[in-house]
């Protein structure tokens, strides 16, 4: 299924990068799904009663960890479930709730991250995920984008 996809507002990488300079040299392209963009948004711009974005500094670690082409099992990890969800990982917003937002990376050229879906991760045995999940991350493996 072919989809298409906004590059991720500059806001977002200015504020990542005063927390984290060494992100400002990376080659990777953050994108947001055009048909989720809005879900998406409004999910990293929540904000507590005091108007304090409540994931800036954890997006900002998610963030530095993509750029610099890392993978870390507590911030972004690869969620490849099966054949199905090749390439897909999740940024994890771990707390008091248990948030992911489906990625799936795509590398011709540079390498691209597209933020698919953010969806509440209701399981917590661990690692496991439930069959919903599952077929959320096997959905995210079948999009195709144009960039």
């Given at each position: 299924m072919k989809r298409n996809s906004i590059i991720l507002p500059e806001e977002f990488l200015e504020s990542a990068k005063k927390l984290y300079p060494e992100i400002d040299a990376a080659n990777v392209e953050i994108r947001i799904d055009e048909q989720n963009?809005?879900?998406i948004f409004n999910f990293l711009i929540e904000s507590d009663k005091k108007g304090k974005l409540i994931r800036?500094?954890?997006?900002?670690?998610?963030?530095?960890?993509?750029?610099l082409g890392n993978y870390d099992d507590d911030l972004y990890g690869k969620e490849e479930v099966?054949?199905?969800a090749k390439n897909v990982t999740a940024m994890k917003f771990t707390g008091?709730?248990?948030y992911r937002i489906g990625c799936k990376e795509f590398f011709n050229g540079n390498k691209?991250?597209?933020m698919i879906t953010a969806f509440?991760?209701?399981s917590t045995n661990g690692s496991k995920?439930?069959?919903k999940e599952i077929a959320i991350y096997e959905a995210i493996g079948s999009y195709e984008y144009e960039f």
């Amino acid at each position: 299924m072919k989809r298409n996809s906004i590059i991720l507002p500059e806001e977002f990488l200015e504020s990542a990068k005063k927390l984290y300079p060494e992100i400002d040299a990376a080659n990777v392209e953050i994108r947001i799904d055009e048909q989720n963009f809005d879900s998406i948004f409004n999910f990293l711009i929540e904000s507590d009663k005091k108007g304090k974005l409540i994931r800036k500094k954890k997006f900002a670690r998610i963030l530095r960890e993509i750029l610099l082409g890392n993978y870390d099992d507590d911030l972004y990890g690869k969620e490849e479930v099966s054949s199905k969800a090749k390439n897909v990982t999740a940024m994890k917003f771990t707390g008091s709730n248990n948030y992911r937002i489906g990625c799936k990376e795509f590398f011709n050229g540079n390498k691209k991250v597209v933020m698919i879906t953010a969806f509440h991760k209701k399981s917590t045995n661990g690692s496991k995920n439930s069959k919903k999940e599952i077929a959320i991350y096997e959905a995210i493996g079948s999009y195709e984008y144009e960039f």
